[in-house]
């Protein structure tokens, strides 16, 4: 059995950045989202939330949508098969790593 | 125009104009489609509940204020689907839904107890002024609900906003 440090060490980065698992979960939860709720719900600034969702969009983890609501631009943002395949799999780990950290705490000796 | 109607209209618009705050200020999140199926099998039923206890209000005389106890579960049932995924914290993070909901459950039941509250405030009839009860302890709890979401997102935004690029 794997160490939980060396699971820790195998997460998929590009998910578990705090801020990009924070859009991913938050998407994970809806149909889609527009950048000001995003923006509200990760309390990411407008440049970190923009250059996030372009990470996420290039890996194919979410898609991007720009269109006018009346005379305003709208940006709505959901999140694709594979990025919420991506992002329940690393919960799911992350769940898995837990449990085996506390298992591995457990079974450490005391000194 | 009559009374009720410029009363409707304003609040029409009232609610248009809180909608498009909301929406500017806080953003739009689209449901998923079986999220949206379930909001609208929760809206039906507990709109239908609140015609038939309103009409059974008015033609019979009760020991209790139905539309009352109806928006008391309405309120119930709004709780509980905001505080599914924090049970355990349920109470602190949506007190609002909670306090609403036992507040006019309580009201609701107090004639039961030969309680006439109503009197007291100038009201002839129950109904009347459990409406206006019921208009108050919403409009009070939407004021605690959107201070309580002012908040809790100014605090996410503090938090967060060190985050590495």
């Known amino acids: ?111 | 125009m009559s009374g009720p109607l410029l009363s409707l209209i304003g609040a029409a618009i009232l609610y248009w104009l809180t909608d498009l705050y909301y929406t500017r200020a806080f953003g739009q999140v689209t449901p998923t489609p079986a999220q949206a199926r379930k909001d609208a099998v929760v809206s039906i039923t507990f709109s239908i509940l609140a015609i038939w206890s309103f009409v059974l209000d008015t033609a019979e005389i009760l020991p209790i204020n139905m539309p009352g106890v109806v928006l008391a579960a309405a309120l119930a049932m709004d709780f509980w689907q905001s505080t599914r995924s924090v049970m355990g914290e349920a109470i602190t993070s949506f007190p609002e839904s909670f306090f609403a909901s036992l507040i006019i459950f309580i009201v609701s039941l107090l004639p039961l107890f030969g309680i006439t509250w109503w009197k007291v405030f100038g009201f002839n009839a129950q109904l009347e002024a459990m409406l206006a009860f019921d208009g108050l302890v919403l409009m009070l709890a939407g004021i605690a609900g959107h201070i309580r979401l002012t908040r809790d997102l100014a605090a996410g935004e503090a938090k967060q906003n060190d985050i590495a690029l």
Do not use: Y
């Open chain 1, 1 to 111: 059995m794997t160490s939980p440090f060396e699971e820790l060490a195998n997460l998929d980065k590009l998910v578990h950045e705090p801020a990009r698992l924070a859009i991913l979960t938050a998407l994970s939860a809806c149909e889609s989202a527009d950048f000001t709720a995003l923006r509200r719900l990760t309390g990411l600034s407008d440049g970190n939330l923009s250059v996030q969702l372009s990470k996420l969009e290039e890996a194919g983890l979410v898609k991007v949508q720009k269109q006018f609501v009346g005379k305003k631009p709208n940006t709505r943002i959901q999140i694709s098969a594979k990025g919420l395949e991506a992002v329940q799999r690393h919960w799911d780990r992350l769940n898995a790593i837990r449990k085996n950290a506390e298992e591995w705490k457990d079974s450490t000796p005391e000194e």
